[in-house]
Nanobody
Framework: QLQASGGGLVQAGGSLRLSCAAS????????VGWFRQAPGKAREFVAA????????YYTDSVKGRFTGSRDNAKNTVYLQMNSLKPEDTAVYYC?????????????????WGQGTLVTVSS
């Protein structure tokens, strides 16, 4: 079971750090992805983090603003979001999958977590 947390209401230009914690499962051996779904839109891939944390990948719209990391000792993966924009408003989800490196895109993830709402006001 994965659970994303850390969402909230923030003004444009602000920052939030999302966490993805696992219960009943160790995520240290899984690649993790972050996704978001805005109202009325399809789920969108945001970022991918390899199981070791040494490799990351970001969709173009968040490059330079979002940073993924992980602390396998705490069984937690993070998404630091800076310079937030109103268009970043969405429910954010994390997912885990088995891979030697990154899983880019939606396919390949086996476990999905509950989302956390991020609202960015203008």
């Amino acid at each position: 079971q994965l659970q994303a947390s850390g969402g909230g209401l923030v003004q444009a230009g602000g920052s939030l750090r999302l966490s993805c914690a696992a219960s009943g499962r160790t995520v240290s051996s899984y690649a993790v992805g972050w996704f978001r779904q805005a109202p009325g839109k399809a789920r969108e891939f945001v970022a991918a983090i390899s199981w070791s944390g040494s490799s990351t990948y970001y969709t173009d719209s968040v490059k330079g603003r979002f940073t993924g990391s992980r602390d396998n000792a705490k069984n937690t993966v993070y998404l630091q979001m800076n310079s937030l924009k109103p268009e970043d408003t969405a429910v954010y989800y994390c997912a885990a999958g088995i891979a030697s490196n990154l899983i880019i895109g939606t396919a390949g993830y086996h476990f999905w977590g509950q989302g956390t709402l991020v609202t960015v006001s203008s």
